[in-house]
Structures are given as structure tokens and as C-alpha cells.
């Protein structure tokens, strides 16, 4: 199995920038599809962007499109999230999550391992 730490969550005001990163340590990382989610008081989890195994595939959620960039480091075991153009509505904790699975991975029940999240606060 694998075990992910997030970091780089924080309080930032609304327009401005955070890069939030996730490390992996375990099994082999280039097994996993990585992708991070979101998930804000009184609501469901959702998809934010994911990376595939080697890195060439991206995918994101609409309302993230053009403001996030997801990429991944297989030689450092570590997959980033930089976040631009923040609005409060990106207010969550944000987790990062790996797959074994295949395919365009937008559900949280596709994902294996999970890690603790970091939160992130958008002011306005």
C-alpha cells in the first residue's frame, strides 16, 4: 500500500496563490494514478484535478480549469496542486488520493488510499 501527507494549505485572500504538495512513501508510486479532491462543511467530496501515472494525462474538474495545474515528480514521489486565482468558493480541505485503477478517475470510490488533508481558506 501507499501512505500520502499533504502540505501547503493556509489562509490566503481571494486572487492570490498556494501550491499544495503530496508525498508519497511505500509501494511504487508509478503504480497510482494521484488526484486530488475537496471537501467543504456540509458538503460531498469532490474532484479537483488528477495526474496520470507517468504524468502525460491531466484531468480537472470544470470549475478549476485554467486556475490549477496539477503535476507530478515520480523521482521525488510527489504530486503538487498549484492553485491560482483563488476564490472563496475553493474553500476545503484538500485531499490527495491514489489509484490502482484505469481510466479517467473523477469519483472518490475509484481511489485506494487516502491521506489526512490540509485545509484551505479563501477570504474574500
Known amino acids: 500500500q501507499v501512505q500520502l501527507v499533504e502540505s501547503g494549505g493556509g489562509l490566503v485572500q481571494a486572487g492570490g496563490s498556494l501550491r499544495l504538495s503530496c508525498a508519497a512513501s511505500g509501494r511504487t508510486f508509478t503504480a497510482y494514478i494521484v488526484g486530488w479532491f475537496r471537501q467543504a462543511p456540509g458538503k460531498e467530496r469532490e474532484f479537483v484535478a488528477a495526474v496520470s501515472r507517468g504524468g502525460g494525462r491531466k484531468d480537472y474538474a470544470e470549475s478549476v480549469k485554467g486556475r490549477f495545474a496539477i503535476s507530478r515528480d515520480n523521482g521525488k514521489n510527489t504530486v503538487d496542486l498549484q492553485m491560482n486565482s483563488l476564490k472563496p468558493e475553493d474553500t476545503a480541505v484538500y485531499y490527495c488520493?491514489?489509484?490502482?485503477?484505469?481510466?479517467?478517475?473523477?469519483?472518490?470510490?475509484?481511489?485506494?488510499?487516502w491521506g489526512q488533508g490540509t485545509q484551505v481558506t479563501v477570504s474574500s
Open positions: 488520493a491514489a489509484s490502482g485503477n484505469y481510466g479517467q478517475l473523477e469519483s472518490s470510490i475509484d481511489y485506494d488510499y
